[in-house]
């Protein structure tokens, strides 16, 4: 069975991408949900925040997620130390949850999360899908979605790799614009990992 990372920056479609993957029949994870839930529930994830950001991080035993975007947003050391407590947590998890569903028949999973060349964590896929979008429509999708502001978008889209860094890590590439029609290129990725 084949492990297919899906990745792209703040607002360039992967979240829709991956739910076109899951209407087609293929398992996929999305980590962004794992993530919340494991740092609600981990102790190791738990522990690790309150020392990088401070006990006021969870309150009432909930994840103050407000706060901790106001932390890691402004301050890299502490937006990689987040990345680096959370993600291989995020990914064990994910290779559990892999071998369940290889036991089950599937032929590919998708493992859908925003972190996957940064992290290093390509590296343990098959292959990697990259969704693109320009950064104009990816900061008014995100702006919609999310009611943030411009800044507050524009200073996410800054903390993480530029569409141009993560394309030689691709093999695949599926353009969210205006130009070009999503479907057609999710279903010629799909019928090469079905039947490869």
Known sequence: MKRIGLTGGIGSGKTTIAQAFATLGVPVYNSDSR?????????????????????????????????MASVIFADRQ??????????????????????????????????EAAILIENDAYKRLDSLILVCAPVETRIERTMLRDKMSRKQ????????????????????????????????????????????
């Open 35 to 67: 993530a919340k839930w494991l740092t609600e529930n981990d102790s190791r994830i738990r522990n690790g925040l309150t020392q990088i950001i401070g006990p006021e991080v969870f309150t009432d035993g909930h994840l103050n997620k407000k706060l």
């Open 78 to 111: 502490k937006l990689t130390e987040v990345n680096q407590l959370i993600h291989p947590i995020v990914f064990d998890n994910f290779d559990r949850w892999a071998d369940e569903q290889e036991s089950a028949g599937a032929r590919y999973v998708v493992n």
């Open 153 to 196: 978008v524009e200073e996410r889209i800054a903390n993480q790799s530029s569409d141009e860094q993560k394309m030689p890590f691709a093999d695949d590439i599926i353009v969210t614009d205006d130009r070009h029609l999503v479907l057609p290129q999710i279903l010629d990725i799909h019928k090469r990992l079905t039947y490869s």
